[in-house]
C-alpha cells in the first residue's frame, strides 16, 4: 500500500529530474541574452537644463549598448549654472 502512494511521487521526481539539464542551459541563455523585460532600469538625471540633442543620443545608445532596458528621466536643480534647454521643451 505504501509504495503505491510513493510510486506517483518518485515518478514526478524523475521526469523533473530529466528536464533539469533543458532548464540550466535556458537559464543560462537568459542571463547571456535576457528579455527586454528583464532588462535593468536606470534614474537618468539632467542638470538644470544643461543638455543638448547629441548628448541625449549618445547617452541612450550607450545604454542600449550596455544592456539597460529602460530610464527614468529627472531634470534637477543642484544649485549649477543653469543651462540652455528649458525642461519639457521639444
Do not use: C
Not at 534614474?43 to 545604454?63: C, H, K, P, Q, V
Request: zero cysteines.
Amino acid at each position: 500500500m505504501k509504495t503505491s502512494k510513493l510510486a506517483p511521487i518518485v515518478f514526478l521526481l524523475v521526469l523533473l529530474s530529466a528536464a533539469l539539464p533543458a532548464r540550466a542551459s535556458n537559464l543560462e541563455s537568459g542571463f547571456q541574452n535576457p528579455p527586454p523585460e528583464t532588462r535593468p532600469w536606470v534614474y537618468w538625471y539632467f542638470m538644470d537644463g544643461n543638455l543638448s540633442r547629441e548628448g541625449i543620443t549618445a547617452d541612450l545608445e550607450a545604454m542600449r549598448a550596455s544592456g539597460i532596458g529602460g530610464a527614468i528621466f529627472l531634470e534637477v536643480d543642484l544649485g549649477l549654472p543653469r543651462g540652455p534647454i528649458k525642461f519639457m521643451s521639444p
